[in-house]
Every structure is written in C-alpha cells, then in structure tokens.
C-alpha cells in the first residue's frame, strides 16, 4: 500500500465496544445454545441482529458509517480465542473439532472454551490489568498455522451489505504469542514467540483477503507492549515487533494497519513502531503520557503516521476533564498533523448507557459516562480538532461543571471517615506469630488432615433469583425472603454434611454479587440496574459505583453467619470481599490514592469480622480474587501498590484473637508473580486456583517455601465439567508430593455460583471420594 491510495483515519473512533448487548442479548442467546433450546444457525442470525443494532447506535452517537470509525470487534466469547481459531491454533486434545481446512464450527469453538467430557478448557486468566478474563492459546513446535475462520472478513461484509464500511478487529501476531502458554507436548523452554515467522504468513493472508472485501483500515491489538509482566526478555519482544510489523506492513495487498496498545505507554516501542510501515499507531493517554524527549528518526516518523490518542478513560465511568483531554491532544501536534481521538482501551469494560439508570439520582449521573456518553464525548473532541477549540468549548465547560459539583458534593468526603484513617498506626496492620496461631487454631477447630471447603459460593437457583426479584418488585415481603433464603441456607448446610465437607459455608443465596452486596450496605457506594459488562464468556457483572468515602452504617453478614452456624456442629466460614476485590471490581473514584480508599474499605470491614468473631465464628474468609488483576503493568509502580493493597488486607483481619481463623481465596492469579505479596498477607489459608492448569501452581509453592495453609483447587468451576474421581486423586497427590501435608487444604478453584446443582454435587462428591482415597494412603484415618 502506498499514502496514494490510503483512505484518510477517522478524527474520532473507540478501540471497542461491549457485545453483550444492552438486556445481555447474546448472553442469553449464547446459554439457549448451550442449552438446546436454539440452533447455531439461530444463534448467528441473533448474533447478526445485534450487530446490527450496534452499528446504527454507533452511527446515531456520532461515529461515521463510511470512514472505518465504528470497529467491528464483535466475539461471541473471547477475542483471544478467536484469534485462535482464526489462525488454527487449537491444542491436540480438540484436533477433532476441525474439518479439513481447519474450520470450527460453534459447537466445537464453545467446547474449546469450556471443555467437554475429559478434555479440559483453554486456561483462562485477567487481561491485563482489567477484570475481564482472556483463554490462554496453546503453541507448540506441532501447531500448525492457517487461515481456518474467514469470519472477521464476513463480519465486515456484513457490515458493508448494511452500508457501513466498520474497522476490522485482531489480536496482533506479538501479543496473541505472548499471551500464550507451551502445548502439552512442547520442550521444555519453548516459547511461543519463536513461532512468529510461522504465523505473520496467516495475518498476511487475511490481511489481503480484508483488503480484497474493501477494508480500507485493520486494527491490530497489542497491549502486551505496554506490558513488563511479560516473561520473554524486552530486546526479543521489540524485535519481534519489528520484524512483525516490518512484514505486515511491507505485505502488497493490505488495508492500512492501525496498531492500538491499550492499558499503558509503549515506552521503547513506540520507536519500533514509529520505524515500521503501519499507518497508525493508538496511544493510551489515560494510563500514559504524551510522549516527549523522542530521537530525531522516531520523531520524523510518527510525523508521517496519523498518531491516535485514547484520551477518553476506556476502563472507568467518570465523566472526567475534557478540558484537560483536549489539552492532550493538542499536545500530540507537535508529534504529528495527523491527530485522531480515541477511547484509551476498548469499551468492553464499561456498561451501555448512563441514561438507562433510572435509579441513579441526577447529580450522580451527571459525573458520569457509560459507553454510549464516551462516544459522545470523542465525537466532541473530534469536532474540536477539525474546527476548533471554540466549537466545543461549551462542552468542555459542561465536563468541568460537573466535575467542580463533584468534588464539592457531600458524602465525596467525610471527617470522621478521615480521622479514623489518619489515626492508624502500625500496630493496627499486624497479627501475632503464625506458628502460635496455628496452635491455637488446631486446639479450637480440631480439622482432619486434608481439610476440605468449598470457596463460599453454591449455585444460584432460578427460585432464587426469581426470590430476590419479587422481592425488588414488592409481590413478598422482607419477612418472606428471609425465610426462603433461610430455607436456602439450610438446605446447603444439610447438603454439605451429607457429601462430608468439613468446613461449612452458607452458600451465599442473599448475595447478587460477592461485591455488589457489600457495596450495597457500605456508604459511599451506588448500584447500577443496567451496567452490565462481560467478565468471560457469557458471565457478566454489574460493578458497583464507588463515589465516596467509604464506612459500615451497620453489620452486614453476621445474621445470616450465625444462622447457619446454629444449624451445624462444624466449623462455618463468614464470608466476606476483600478490599483490593471491592475496589476492583467497582468503578472506584479517580478523585485520590487509590490506597486511601483502600484503607477506608479496610476499616469497614474490619468492623466486620471483629462483629463475625465476637458472635461465635471461628473462621472468616476475605476474598482477594483481584490482588494480581489490579497489579501494574509497569514494575516502577510495583512497591507502592503491593505495599497499599496488602496493607488494606491486614488491617481488615488484624484485629482478631489467634484463635480465629482468617482465610483468603485468589483466582486467576499467577501465585508465583506474587507470591511475596500473598505470603504478607498474612491470612492463615489461602485457596487459590490450580485445577485449569493442572497444579501447575505447586512449583512456586513450594520453591518459595511458602509455610501457611494453601488450597490449590482441585475443581475448575468455571466449566460444566464434573470432574472423576481420579482425576482429583491425581490432582491432590501432586499437591501433596511439593507441598507438606499439614498446609494442604481441600477445595474447588472458586465459587460454585454459576454452576447448576447436579453438576455441583456429582463434583464435591467425587472431591470427597478423592480425598478419603489420599487420606488412606497417607495412612491418616478417613
């Protein structure tokens, strides 16, 4: 391709936006599939709708329907794994799914997502920094590499049959390896990004077939370079990118290529792709800065390339400061004279509309932006860039208004929140020696050699959530919920002694969400009706609002504790989220130090447990499934987080006896590349998932010499699989044979919320059967 022929970039346009549709259509379009209800043909003609319906509210929001400003970055589950299927990367064990070109049809790409019979599911692990969850490719020297899916192609052929010419939408070659774990059967120390060479021939080929159906423009993602988490040494990953994008770019038949790298800078990258011949290239300047100080050659490039800034917050809800976003991008001219306005990530990870939540109150709404408002607000400062400061000025003074009436509104800040906080001292963040705790533990709970748990959560009925919607709508009374979740509780309290579990949990049916309960008796917090975002696959969360500062009006879980507690002689886990989690898993306020809000939550629940303790429950479990999701991306910002967020955890849990028991559970969370930071947690067990990855997690383990009780989870809940009998054997005795048997504890890798009953006990049954099988032969009694 050559400027001659390139169609001009859009002055305004989004990384992304959510799938999910604004009622969760393709959610449940995607469960009837899975449940037989509906065909694949039926799926793709729904999928198709709200395609559709998509680009006309794009369009109507302010994006063009012919400037390739709407992206076409649709997934019916996962991008990663559509990358995946797209270039024919499947693992051995789901060979069978592809037919002679290599092509997977629904069925199979959903059984590669969530496993089926024996064969287990793609790993899955936090994109980036974000609470979505990506499935891991598996590469080997035997992946063999075509073009298997035309159907980013068609998806744009679609859109051009409706009248809009969208932006297709990939993983780019250097982050879809690099997020990318060794095959079963690759050698000891491969990499996946030694097959680079091998894959660029694949992009190539769908470059030119986009080209071919009229794509004037391809985006290319690739947050792994803003990344230093990534394992591979930095020099080989620049160079990949060069030669990457040297050969995608030097390709004859091509649309032009935008390469976006989300969720940080590109810092010693962006040369290497200034130097390349993409035409443009996204800068996250909400995560990073304006770049400054560029040599001569990196400068007279990105002079040459239409330079895209992600100037509008694409991984938070607040309105926030045009005035200040503008300034941005004025800032960028002096890079380039090709300045374009984006969002700073994909969309995906914010709700549809702010309009569509008709309980929020005015004011609130008034400070923020969903989606749909962040478009608008790109459309604003793409009409700044063309005409002018003075076209949009109203606008930006609108942004600041709002942003002033926040700042001053009550609740925002609250004095007696702030003394507490700033009376703290170090005392406060520390519990006794762990060696006499766990004396003082054994003498009180009396558990058998390999305790077995579940995470908290059972399965979340249809009467259940039916319950707690009539509940909402009036048609029973608080008196009549009570006693059906009571009712709940008791039957998995009953369920639990029956299977044999040895530590008990109420099941958690009065929760919607292990966060947005909390939220929901916390002050400073708001709810959303509507805000639904994707969090894997079909599973979508409605993140709570957090707005202010932060206190506990009044006990939360204690009722329902000590309910279940009279209902059992054994031991019962109080349940609660963790500081790091809440935050997390909420739009927090952008207005301070997150490890100041952090310490506000903190002391919330510190009043908690000390409530939970003083009524008689001997275990609490503080969940901390985000410590590694919220870990920077830049190792500069390492210390300081990992000194707030662990912080926030002991000083919620250092106020209790030696006698009491605290628990946390991590999902999802890279045990080794924080280790250091979950051993001064301090918690006296941590569970933590291991079964998707086969107990991989053990090494770090135990070369760490990590000595406080651990559960690496034995059952992957977040696929429909039950897992065998021997398969848990197999599992636990990995365990048991790097880590010494009196740390071990028995547990699945998370909550069971969203599986169903059947599937639920056939599992925990099979992970009894499979512990009493350990037990013998480790010739501890059953």
Same mark, same amino acid.
């Given at each position: 391709?050559?400027?001659t022929?390139r169609?001009?970039?859009?002055?305004?346009?989004i990384?992304?936006?959510?799938?999910i #549709?604004?009622?969760?259509?393709l959610?449940?379009?995607?469960?009837?599939?899975?449940?037989?209800?509906?065909?694949?043909d039926?799926?793709?003609?729904?999928?198709?709708?709200?395609?559709g319906?998509?680009?006309?509210r794009?369009a109507?929001?302010g994006?063009?329907?012919d400037?390739?400003?709407?992206?076409?970055?649709?997934?019916?589950?996962?991008?990663?794994?559509?990358?995946?299927v797209?270039?024919?990367a499947?693992?051995?064990?789901?060979?069978?799914?592809?037919?002679a070109?290599g092509h997977v049809?629904?069925?199979g790409y959903?059984?590669i997502?969530?496993?089926?019979g024996?064969?287990?599911?793609l790993?899955?692990?936090?994109?980036?920094d974000?609470?979505y969850?990506?499935?891991?490719?598996?590469?080997?020297?035997?992946?063999?590499f075509?073009l298997?899916s035309d159907r980013i192609v068609?998806?744009f052929?679609e859109?051009?049959?409706?009248g809009?010419?969208?932006r297709?939408v990939i993983?780019?070659?250097v982050?879809f390896?690099l997020?990318?774990?060794?095959s079963d059967?690759a050698?000891?120390?491969?990499?996946?990004?030694?097959?680079?060479?091998d894959v660029?021939p694949?992009?190539?080929?769908?470059?030119?077939?986009?080209?071919?159906?009229?794509a004037?423009?391809?985006?290319l993602?690739?947050p792994?370079?803003?990344?230093?988490?990534? /394992?591979?040494?930095?020099s080989? =990953?620049?160079?990949?990118?060069?030669?990457?994008y040297a050969?995608?770019?030097?390709?004859a038949?091509?649309p032009?290529?935008f390469?976006?790298a989300?969720?940080g800078?590109l810092?010693? &990258?962006l040369p290497v792709?200034?130097?390349?011949?993409v035409e443009?290239?996204?800068l996250?300047?909400?995560r990073?800065?304006?770049?400054?100080?560029l040599?001569a050659?990196?400068a007279?490039?990105?002079?040459g390339k239409t330079?895209?800034?992600g100037v509008?917050?694409?991984?938070?809800i607040w309105?926030?400061?045009l005035?200040?976003?503008?300034?941005?991008?004025?800032s960028?001219?002096?890079?380039?004279?090709?300045?374009?306005?984006s969002?700073?990530?994909s969309l995906?990870?914010?709700?549809?509309? =702010?309009?569509?939540?008709?309980?929020?109150s005015?004011q609130l709404k008034?400070?923020?932006?969903?989606?749909d408002?962040?478009i *608008?607000?790109v459309?604003t400062l793409?009409?700044?860039?063309?005409d002018?400061?003075e &076209?949009?000025?109203?606008?930006?003074?609108?942004a600041?208004?709002?942003l002033?009436?926040?700042q001053a509104?009550?609740g925002?800040?609250?004095?007696?929140?702030r003394?507490?906080?700033?009376?703290l001292?170090?005392?406060?963040?520390?519990?006794g020696?762990? #060696?006499?705790?766990?004396a003082?533990?054994?003498?009180?709970l009396?558990?058998p050699?390999?305790p077995?748990?579940?995470i908290g959560?059972?399965?979340?009925?249809?009467d259940i959530?039916?319950?707690?919607?009539q509940l909402?709508?009036?048609?029973?009374?608080?008196?009549?919920y009570?006693g059906?979740?009571?009712?709940e509780?008791?039957?998995?309290v009953?369920?639990?002694?029956e299977?044999g579990?040895?530590?008990i949990?109420h099941g958690?049916?009065e929760?919607?969400?292990?966060?947005q309960?909390?939220?929901?008796n916390?002050? *400073?917090?708001?709810?959303?009706?509507n805000?639904?975002?994707q969090?894997?696959?079909?599973?979508?969360?409605r993140p709570?609002i957090?707005?202010?500062?932060?206190?506990?009006?009044?006990p939360?879980?204690?009722d329902?504790?000590?309910y279940?507690?009279?209902?059992?002689e054994k031991?019962?886990k109080?349940?609660?989220?963790?500081?790091?989690?809440?935050l997390a898993?909420?739009?927090?306020?952008d207005?301070?130090?997150l *490890?100041e809000?952090?310490?506000?939550?903190?002391?919330?629940?510190?009043?908690?447990i000390?409530?939970l303790e003083?009524s008689g429950?001997?275990? =609490?479990q503080?969940?901390?499934p985000?410590?590694?999701?919220?870990?920077?991306?830049?190792?500069?910002?390492?210390?300081?987080?990992?000194d707030?967020?662990?912080g926030?955890?002991?000083l %919620?849990?250092?106020g209790?006896?030696?006698?009491?028991?605290?628990?946390?559970h991590l999902c999802?969370?890279e045990?080794?590349v924080?280790?250091?930071?979950i051993r001064?947690?301090?918690?006296d067990?941590?569970?933590i998932e291991?079964?998707?990855?086969?107990?991989?997690?053990v090494?770090?383990i135990?070369?760490?010499?990590?000595?406080h #009780?651990i559960g690496p989870?034995?059952?992957?809940?977040?696929?429909?699989?039950?897992?065998?009998?021997?398969?848990v054997?197999?599992?636990? /005795?990995? %365990?048991?044979?790097?880590?010494?048997?009196r740390?071990?504890?028995?547990?699945?890798?998370c909550g069971?919320?969203?599986? *169903?009953y059947?599937?639920?006990?056939?599992?925990?049954?099979?992970?009894l059967?499979?512990t009493?099988?350990v037990?013998e032969?480790a010739g501890?009694?059953?």
């Open positions: 391709m050559t400027d022929t169609s001009a970039f859009p002055v305004g346009t990384l992304g936006y959510p799938r #549709g604004r009622r969760r259509e959610k449940k379009a995607v469960e009837a599939f899975w449940g037989g209800t509906i065909t694949a039926e799926l793709e003609a729904q999928a198709a709708e709200l395609r319906v998509t680009r006309e794009l109507g929001l994006l063009g329907r400037d390739a400003s709407i992206p076409e970055s649709f997934s019916f589950y996962d991008q990663v794994l559509d990358a995946a797209t270039l024919g499947l693992p051995s064990r789901f060979a069978g799914l592809a037919d070109s049809d629904l069925a959903f059984t997502a969530r496993g089926e024996e064969h287990a599911p790993e899955m692990t936090k994109w980036f974000s609470n969850h990506y499935l891991v490719p598996e590469i080997g020297p035997e992946t063999s075509r298997a068609a998806e052929e859109a051009r049959a409706a809009f010419v969208t297709p993983v780019g070659p982050t390896l997020l990318s774990k060794p059967e050698p000891e120390g491969f990499r996946s990004l030694s097959r680079l060479a660029l694949v992009y190539q080929e769908l470059l030119a077939r986009l080209a071919a159906a009229g004037p423009w391809v985006q993602d690739e792994a370079l803003v990344s230093e988490s990534i /394992e591979d040494p930095r080989e =990953v620049l160079d990949a990118v060069r030669s990457a050969a995608l770019g030097g390709a038949e091509r032009a290529i390469v976006a989300p969720y800078s810092d010693d &990258a792709l200034a130097a390349s011949p443009a290239i996204g996250d300047l909400v990073g800065t304006v770049p400054s100080g040599d050659a990196t007279s490039a990105l002079a330079v895209v800034g509008i917050d694409g991984h938070n309105r926030g400061d005035e200040a976003a503008f300034g941005k991008l004025t960028l001219l002096a890079l380039s004279p090709d300045v374009a306005v969002t700073s990530t995906l990870h914010v709700p549809h509309d =702010v309009d569509d939540e008709p309980a929020l005015d008034s400070w923020l932006a969903f989606a408002q962040k *608008g607000q459309a793409a009409v700044g860039l063309v002018g400061h &076209a949009v000025q109203d606008a930006l003074r609108a600041s208004a709002a002033a009436d926040r509104a009550p925002v800040r609250d004095t007696a929140v003394a507490r906080t700033a009376a001292t170090e005392s406060d963040f520390s519990r020696d762990y #060696g006499d705790r766990l003082a533990q054994e003498e009180a009396g558990l050699f390999l077995t748990t579940t959560s059972f399965p979340q009925t249809g959530r039916r319950a707690r919607a909402a709508k009036g048609l029973i009374s608080e008196a009549e009570l059906l979740m009571r009712d509780i008791k039957r998995v009953d369920l639990q002694e299977i579990i040895d530590v949990v958690e049916p929760r919607n969400d292990m966060v309960y909390f939220a929901e916390l002050d *400073g917090f708001a709810v959303t009706q805000g639904w975002v969090s894997y696959g079909s599973r979508c969360t709570s957090l707005w202010g500062d932060v206190s506990r009006p009044k939360i879980t204690v329902w504790s000590t279940t507690q009279s209902l059992t031991p019962v109080g349940m609660l989220t963790g500081p790091v989690t809440i898993w909420s739009f927090v306020r207005d301070q130090p *490890g809000t952090a310490r506000q939550v903190a002391l919330a629940l510190r009043d908690e000390g409530d003083a429950i001997r275990i =609490v503080v969940d901390e985000a410590l590694r999701e919220l870990l920077p991306l830049k190792r500069a910002a390492h210390a300081d987080y990992l707030w967020s662990v926030s955890f002991r %919620a849990t250092a209790v006896r030696d006698e009491t028991q605290i628990h946390t999802y969370s045990f080794g924080v280790i250091d930071a001064n947690l301090d918690a067990v941590t569970s291991a079964a998707r990855s086969r107990m991989e997690v090494h770090d135990q070369t760490s010499g990590f000595d #009780g989870g034995v059952y992957d809940i977040h696929s429909p699989r039950v897992p065998s009998v021997a398969e054997t197999e599992l636990l /005795e990995t %365990a048991l044979a790097a880590i010494p048997g740390q071990l504890w028995v547990n699945p890798d069971l919320k969203t599986r *169903g059947d599937e639920t006990v056939a599992s925990l049954k099979n992970i059967e499979a009493r099988v037990r032969k501890v009694p059953a």
